[in-house]
């Protein structure tokens, strides 16, 4: 069974992505289909990139790193839970996904953003990065938006199920099918 990594990309106090990971996670497991983890990025203490070697090389010396790159390796695929910063995802995020290279290759990356207006900038960049380090990526993304899905606290439209549904169709497909490149 494929290992999928709910990869919560936001560190800032207050943020609204706990919510919205717990909501992926909730309609993810109802699935069957794959294990499912949120992956908290507060959780690992990465800061800024601190390693003195590439990270192709493989060679790290920070025990927050070591930590941080066996629980990418054990992960198949991910769904990625971004807000959307200045147009952009955040730099935490960013610099986590910098702290690795090799443990992301031939896997597959879903997407869920929220912000402003759906966060599309913010996913949009984070395809970019990921597809050089050899991630595929979905071409479905589901879009939350502060003005209509976070009034009165978290309540997302009925749609954004449906469209996760089809995110998560996605990545549990290109997941297996980049299996035999994982070895």
């Not at 499912?36 to 800024?48: A, P, R, T, W």
């Not at 003195?52 to 054990?74: C, D, F, L, N, V």
């Not at 966060?119 to 979905?138: F, M, S």
Request: no cysteine; charged share 20%.
């Amino acid at each position: 069974m494929q290992k999928v990594g709910i990869i919560l990309g936001s560190t800032r106090p207050g943020r609204n992505g706990d919510v919205v990971a717990q909501w992926v996670h909730d309609l993810a497991v109802k699935r069957g289909d794959a294990e499912y983890e949120i992956v908290d990025l507060k959780d690992y203490d990465l800061g800024h990139l601190d390693e003195p070697q590439h990270p192709a090389m493989g060679e790290y010396q920070h025990e927050h790193t070591k930590r941080w790159s066996a629980k990418i390796s054990s992960l198949d695929a991910f769904v990625f839970v971004t807000p959307e910063y200045n147009n952009s995802f955040p730099g935490a995020l960013k610099d986590a996904i910098d702290f690795l290279y090799a443990e992301w290759a031939n896997k597959v990356a879903g997407f869920v953003g929220y912000g402003v207006d759906g966060a599309p900038r913010a996913i949009q960049h984070l395809k970019h990065v990921l597809g050089l380090l050899n991630v595929a990526t979905t071409s479905g993304s589901v879009g939350l938006s502060i003005h209509t899905d976070f009034v009165d606290g978290f309540n997302p439209a009925p749609h954004h199920e449906d469209r996760l549904n089809g995110v998560l169709d996605q990545v549990h497909t290109w997941g297996a099918a980049l299996r035999p490149l994982r070895g």
